[in-house]
C-alpha cells in the first residue's frame, strides 16, 4: 500500500490466514495525511513468485489512467479497516483475484463463450455508444451487435497482433484463431442465442499456463472496454475440456449500466431518457425493433408520478412477464425485454403483447420475436 505516493513509502504486509476460512488479515502502519486516498493492491506469493491481482476500478474518473488498476481507500481517521470481501465481480471491494501462472497440468479443450447482450442491453437502453479506441469499428446500433460478429484477441489467441494486420479491426473476423461463432459449430450451444463461441486447444507440454487473457470486439474492433481492462480468467484443467463462461462489457458496470454481471442477467432498472422535456401525457410506444430477436426496446412515458406496471402476455392472455412493478416519477423510460419468462426460460417464436398500467391510464400493443 502507498503506491502513487498516496504515502511516505509504499508499505508491504503480509497477510496472515485466519483459522481454516479463506479470510487472510494483518495490521500495520502507514505514514499518510487523514482524509486522503490510499492506494493499494494486493499480491500472491508462491514458489517465490509475486503474482499482481487483476482489478480494475470502475469508479475511477480517468480509466486510462494507470491508477485504475489500484485499489483506493479513504483513510478515515489514526485506525482504518480495509475490508475486500464482497463475492461480487464489479464491487470496489470484491475479493482479490489472481492470474494462475503456472502451465497447465493435463491437454485441456477450452470453449471460449462470450454473452454479447451486456453490449445488446446497453444499446437498446441509453444513448451509449462502444468507440473502438484504435479504429473505426463505432458501434451505436443494437442489431450491428448480432449482425457484425464478434472477434477474440489477446494471449489466448497466440498473440495480440498477427501477420494480417494491426491488433485490431475487421480482419480479426477473418481469422480462424480470432473470429467466434453463434451458429452452433465451434462448441456453440445454441445458434442464434447471442452467445458467441470459439475453442481452443492447450498443451501440458508447452509454455500454455492456466491464467489466459483476452478482450472481445464486435466487428473486430476495439470497442469493448477502455485500455488495460482486459479479461483475465484461469483455466480448469482438472478434465480434458473445460468451458470459460465471459460476459462482453469487461465486467464494466459503470458504462454497461443496463446489465448485472453478477446475476448475469438484464439489471431491471429502467434507463430514464436524458434531457427529455416532460411528458404532457402518457404513451407506450411500438417496441424496437419489430420483429426482434434476441432482445428489444420498450419505451414509455408518464405525466405524473405513478405506480407502473409492464408486463408480456402470450396469445392465451397469460402473463410470462412482468418487467416493471414500481413506483416512478413523471418521465420517459426504456426498458428491454429478452423473450424470456419469470423463470428465465426462453419463450418460443411468435406474436406476444406488452400492457402498461400507469394510474387510469392502460395500453396494449404487439410485438413478434422471430428465432
Not at 483459522?19 to 500472491?44: A, E, K, R
Not at 470496489?92 to 503456472?102: D, E, G, K, L
Not at 481469422?175 to 462448441?187: R, S
Amino acid at each position: 500500500m502507498g503506491f502513487n505516493n498516496t504515502a511516505a513509502q509504499v508499505i508491504e504486509l503480509q497477510l496472515a490466514r485466519q483459522g481454516f476460512s479463506t479470510i487472510y488479515s494483518g495490521n500495520t502502519t502507514v505514514v499518510t495525511t487523514i482524509g486522503d486516498t490510499l492506494d493499494y493492491n494486493y499480491f500472491n506469493v508462491k514458489n517465490n513468485r509475486s503474482t499482481l491481482e487483476v482489478y480494475f476500478n470502475f469508479g475511477f474518473p480517468d480509466p486510462s489512467n494507470s491508477r485504475a488498476q489500484r485499489r483506493q481507500a479513504i483513510v478515515s481517521g489514526r485506525t482504518t479497516t480495509l475490508v475486500d470481501t464482497a463475492a461480487s465481480n464489479v464491487s470496489a471491494h470484491r475479493q482479490p483475484f489472481f492470474r494462475n501462472q503456472s502451465v497447465i497440468a493435463r491437454d485441456v479443450l477450452v470453449t471460449l463463450e462470450c454473452d454479447v447482450r451486456p453490449a445488446i442491453y446497453q444499446l437498446l437502453g441509453s444513448t451509449a455508444v462502444l468507440d473502438d479506441i484504435q479504429g473505426s469499428l463505432n458501434v451505436g446500433d443494437p442489431d450491428s451487435a448480432l449482425m457484425l460478429g464478434v472477434a477474440v484477441n489477446g494471449p489466448i489467441t497466440g498473440s495480440w497482433s498477427n501477420d494480417a494486420g494491426p491488433d485490431w479491426g475487421a480482419h480479426l473476423m477473418t481469422l480462424p484463431n480470432k473470429v467466434m461463432y453463434d451458429d452452433g459449430t465451434h462448441g456453440d450451444a445454441v445458434a442464434g442465442d447471442s452467445i458467441f463461441t470459439t475453442q481452443f486447444q492447450f498443451h501440458k507440454d508447452s509454455s500454455d499456463v492456466i491464467g489466459q487473457e483476452f478482450k472481445f470486439g464486435i466487428g473486430g474492433g476495439d470497442n469493448e472496454g477502455g485500455f488495460g481492462n482486459n479479461h483475465v480468467a484461469n483455466i480448469d484443467d482438472s478434465q480434458p475440456t473445460a468451458i470459460i463462461k465471459a460476459q462482453f462489457g469487461s465486467i464494466d458496470p459503470t458504462f454497461y449500466d443496463q446489465w448485472d454481471f453478477d446475476k448475469r442477467k438484464p439489471s431491471g432498472i429502467p434507463s430514464k431518457v436524458e434531457n427529455a422535456p416532460l411528458p404532457s401525457g402518457f404513451a407506450l410506444e411500438q417496441n424496437y425493433p419489430n420483429p426482434f430477436n434476441p432482445v428489444t426496446l420498450i419505451q414509455y412515458s408518464i405525466a405524473n408520478k405513478e405506480h407502473v406496471r409492464l408486463s408480456v402476455f402470450n396469445v392465451l392472455g397469460e402473463e410470462i412477464a412482468s418487467l416493471i412493478d414500481m413506483d416512478q416519477p413523471a418521465g420517459s423510460y426504456n426498458v428491454n425485454w429478452d423473450g424470456r419468462d419469470h423463470f428465465g426460460r426462453q419463450v418460443g417464436s411468435g406474436l406476444y403483447f406488452y400492457r402498461i398500467e400507469a394510474g387510469d391510464f392502460a395500453r396494449t400493443r404487439k410485438m413478434m420475436l422471430m428465432r
